[in-house]
């Protein structure tokens, strides 16, 4: 049978048009509307700007200028009957796109391949689970549907790469912003004997948990909380009551910054504090903070623009 095929239908509009063209077609009886808009971008940026030290150029330049409303029909009679009722009383000029189910649904998958990081781990999207690991590799299975990190941004591999070294048999893991739960998972696969994790996003509690199934982890060896460790006391106290052996923050200097002041509360003897998400020019100034904070600067890696440090107690 073939795929059903969808038009992705534009309208190119100003930011005083937005609402206009907006109301227009959800009177005409289209709900299901998409906005790309620079100024709500940028704004988002502004008010999440505690969350990156960096945005790709490419989504800026692509952002750059755009106020547009999207929807989508069915491409064939029908649709295109519905796409004129949508689009009475709308004097602007639109441009359409057809999707199959394919690309509705999936096209996004061909992004994902497996990646093989480090020299012992093998990140692998999981409807591709059944093919072949390369020889002495771990897996680790993610659902790259789910959002969050996947691997295959330079800062989480060079954590990645830390964890591969830091790992001892049976070793207690805290991962703080954990995301996709990718860091704990990969300690818990080479490994390590429990694992914590914790993310401001309460999203991230179901997602962490979905992806470590795929990987045969239960809840008996990771437990995830949402929560702000730097915010929420309780919080703090309650991870502060057990001692890790490996403590893990894949975030942005502006936050590991903070964050460094309760690591050494966090750790057991002999334990190691990786971080990453340090945009290179800002490395120097993060270590200054872990070294002022009690820790021991012992190790760094690069790649891309990025860093990571690993320190230990005094």
């Not at 952002?63 to 409303?69: D, F, I, P, S």
């Not at 909380?225 to 200097?253: F, H, Q």
Request: proline share 4%; glycine share 10%.
């Amino acid at each position: 049978m073939e795929d059903s095929k969808w038009l992705e239908v534009a309208i190119d509009t100003t930011d005083e048009g937005l609402e206009e063209v907006s109301a227009r077609l959800m009177a005409n009886g289209m709900t299901g509307l998409v906005i790309e808009d620079e100024t709500e971008f940028r704004r988002f940026l502004e008010e999440n700007r505690q969350y990156w030290d960096y945005v790709d150029q490419e989504l800026l330049d692509r952002m750059k200028g755009v106020a547009r409303v999207k929807f989508y029909v069915t491409d064939d009679e029908t649709g295109r009957e519905q796409l004129a009722g949508y689009l009475r009383g709308i004097d602007l000029p639109y441009t359409t796109a057809v999707l199959g189910e394919n690309d509705w649904a999936h096209s996004w998958q061909k992004y994902y391949k497996p990646l093989t990081v480090g020299e012992r781990l093998y990140i692998v999207p999981e409807w591709m689970r059944d093919e072949p690991v390369p020889g002495g590799r771990t897996p680790v299975y993610l659902d790259p549907g789910l959002t969050f990190g996947t691997g295959s941004h330079a800062s989480t591999q060079l954590c990645l790469a830390g964890v591969e070294q830091a790992v001892t048999p049976g070793c207690r893991v805290l991962d703080l912003g954990c995301g996709s739960g990718i860091l704990s998972i990969a300690a818990l696969a080479l490994g390590a004997g429990s694992a914590a994790a914790v993310d401001i996003d309460p999203k991230a509690v179901d997602v962490a948990y979905a992806n470590a199934a795929l990987n045969g982890i239960g809840r008996d060896r990771l437990t995830v909380r949402a929560g702000d460790v730097l915010g929420d006391r309780a919080l703090a106290a309650r991870l502060g009551r057990e001692r890790y052996d490996l403590v893990l923050a894949n975030i942005v200097a502006d936050v590991i910054i903070p964050l460094s002041a309760r690591v050494p509360g966090l750790l057991a003897p002999g334990g190691v504090f990786l971080c990453s998400g340090i945009i290179d020019s800002r490395v120097d100034e993060v270590a200054a903070a872990i070294e002022r904070n009690g820790l021991r600067v012992t190790g760094r890696r690069e790649k891309n623009g990025w860093a990571a440090l690993e320190a230990r107690a005094r």
